[in-house]
Each structure stands twice: as structure tokens, then as C-alpha cells.
């Protein structure tokens, strides 16, 4: 049974740091290509960060460059999203994905709050 589990999700003050993980298991989590996407109330989800299958290579929104970074930990099968400086902006329901070609799952995602 393929399983992505997020965590790490809460309530932070802007400019303030916060760690996200994803947890998988059931499906061969090295071939994956893996990414994270959120989505803000009233907005359609969009890719946050994504990351190649062996961890080489990776993509940013414009709005989070310079701020978010993904990793990818092939032993564990897991990956994480580092996101610092924070901004209101940021709050969403943060989902991880993984893609092989046609084969696409989700996790049932994490809320991030960024208020003060």
C-alpha cells in the first residue's frame, strides 16, 4: 500500500523557519521524482519545490527561490522542505508528491499557518 505521510506543519510568526517531512513506503521511492506543492484557501495548488530522482536536481517557485530548500533521503525514503523567512504568503496546506512517468500519489498534506 503506497503511503505518503506529511508532518511538520504548525502555526509560525513571519520570518520564522519551519521543517516539513514526508514519509513514504510502499512504492520504489529512489525512481521517484518527488515534489511539494500547497495550496492557499480560494487557490488552486501549485509545485513548491521538486526534486529529481537521485536528488541531483532541483526546481523552485519564483516566489520561495532563495528561501525553501527540498532534499531527498534515498536510504530513508524520505524528503524534507527546509522553508525559512517565512511570509504570510506561505500559508497553505502543503502536499507531497511523487511521480514516475504516469504513476503520480499524494499525501494527504500539512497545514502551515504563517500569522502573527
Known amino acids: 500500500q503506497v503511503q505518503l505521510v506529511e508532518s511538520g506543519g504548525g502555526l509560525v510568526q513571519p520570518g520564522g523557519s519551519l521543517r516539513l517531512s514526508c514519509v513514504t513506503s510502499g512504492f520504489a521511492f529512489k525512481i521517484y521524482m518527488m515534489s511539494w506543492y500547497r495550496q492557499a484557501p480560494g487557490k488552486e495548488r501549485e509545485l513548491v519545490a521538486r526534486i529529481s530522482s537521485r536528488g541531483g536536481d532541483t526546481t523552485y517557485a519564483d516566489s520561495v527561490k532563495g528561501r525553501f530548500t527540498i532534499s531527498k533521503d534515498n536510504a530513508n525514503n524520505m524528503i524534507a522542505l527546509q522553508m525559512n523567512s517565512l511570509e504570510p504568503e506561505d500559508t497553505a496546506v502543503y502536499y507531497c508528491?511523487?511521480?514516475?512517468?504516469?504513476?503520480?500519489?499524494w499525501g494527504k498534506g500539512t497545514l502551515v499557518t504563517v500569522s502573527s
Open positions: 508528491n511523487a511521480q514516475y512517468y504516469d504513476l503520480n500519489y
